[in-house]
């Protein structure tokens, strides 16, 4: 049975802890910008599952380059 009046679960970063970033902008681990990364903890859960489809999408084009 699930509570209704729980808290929402927080959104999971997609950090993994090794970050640097390439020659675009993004990190080579998680896939996100520099901008992404900085703004991660202000951003909404609504922006933080914005970013994650963006970093599915960077998945797909890497695999396919």
Known sequence: ???EF???RPIRSPCIGVCA???KDLCIACR???MEIAE???LTDE???AV???IR???EQDNQA
């Open 1 to 3: 049975m699930t509570n």
């Open 6 to 8: 729980a808290p929402p």
């Open 21 to 23: 970033l390439d020659e």
């Open 32 to 34: 996100r910008t520099g």
């Open 40 to 42: 991660w903890g202000v």
């Open 47 to 49: 922006q933080k599952r």
């Open 52 to 54: 994650w489809a963006l």
């Open 57 to 59: 999408q960077r998945e």
